[in-house]
């Protein structure tokens, strides 16, 4: 399995000093959050864009995916939901990354069943735009459809290879999952995986891998007894928690304890 972390853990930070740290620490990836308050955002111009792919193909590091902040699944009309995926589309295609991520964000004056049919229509829609630009859309498992039973839901309605998952391992345990029933639903459709560290339930301020109580451990063996070979992406929510320890002094530690997991699973 390949190591990535995400910017949301060095909120705002430039991407020359972004790469700069996944070389340092060893990652070969990072994936981008795609807010306007960062650096790479849908806003930029082409000529923007063309140096932002430069920039990571000197660098050596991958771009694993754009995090992007569209909630296909909320209530309203269909449109601004798709141009706002369509041009993460177009920024990942523009960049060369694989994936883009999407939330639920079902609204609780919904039914499940309503969520899981506008979140499937909107999906099944962009799917077709994906597919011609060469990317992947992939639901995270988050807010209303924390676990992987409700994402499956969606994605089984949805049936299109271009629509994938991104398995968050914080929420699928909130919602009461287990490792191995979470993989168990999402593996046919399985982009990469979440990982992250927090004391508990009740407080989610991220911690070092392997300071908390996240069932990291079980997460990695399952990936690795299904031969699983994909990526594992450490999101630090430093932007939410300003009291949490700077990310770049726990990076190197957290690849060290990434890879003992791994080695142990081997």
């Known amino acids: 399995m390949k190591l990535a972390f995400s910017t949301l853990g060095v909120p705002g930070l430039p991407l020359t000093d972004v790469l700069g740290l996944a070389t340092a620490h060893g990652y070969h990836g990072v994936e981008l959050r795609a807010h306007p308050e960062e650096p790479v955002h849908p806003g930029l111009s082409a000529d923007e864009r063309a140096a932002v792919a430069a920039e990571f193909k000197a660098s050596g590091v991958e771009l694993l995916g754009l995090a992007g902040y569209a909630r296909v699944a ?5 449109e601004p939901v798709l141009a706002e995926v369509r041009g993460l589309l177009e920024l990942a295609r523009d960049l060369g990354a694989p994936y883009i991520r999407v939330f639920p964000g079902g609204d609780a004056g919904q039914s499940s069943e309503e969520a899981d049919a506008v979140a499937a229509r909107r999906l099944g829609t962009a799917a077709e735009y994906a597919a011609d630009l060469g990317v992947g859309i992939l639901l995270e498992t988050h807010d209303s459809h924390r676990t992987g039973a409700d994402a499956m839901r969606v994605l089984g309605l949805v049936g299109h290879l271009r629509v994938g998952a991104l398995w968050d391992v914080m929420h699928t345990w909130l919602g009461g999952e287990q490792p191995v029933e979470s993989y168990a639903a999402l593996s046919p459709h399985l982009g990469y995986v979440q990982v ?3 004391a508990s339930a009740e407080d989610t301020t991220p911690l070092a891998l ?3 109580v996240l069932p990291l451990t079980e997460v990695v063996d399952v990936l690795s007894r299904h031969g699983w070979d994909g990526w594992l992406c450490w999101e ?3 932007r939410w928690y300003e009291s949490a320890a700077p990310l770049p002094g726990l990076l190197t530690a957290g690849r060290e304890h990434l890879n003992r997991l791994l080695t142990d699973a081997a």
Not at 74 to 78: E, I, K, L, Q, S
């Open 210 to 212: 392997g300071a908390g």
């Open 236 to 238: 630090y929510e430093k």
């Open 196 to 198: 992250k560290d927090i």
């Open 74 to 78: 909320a209530p309203g009309d269909d």
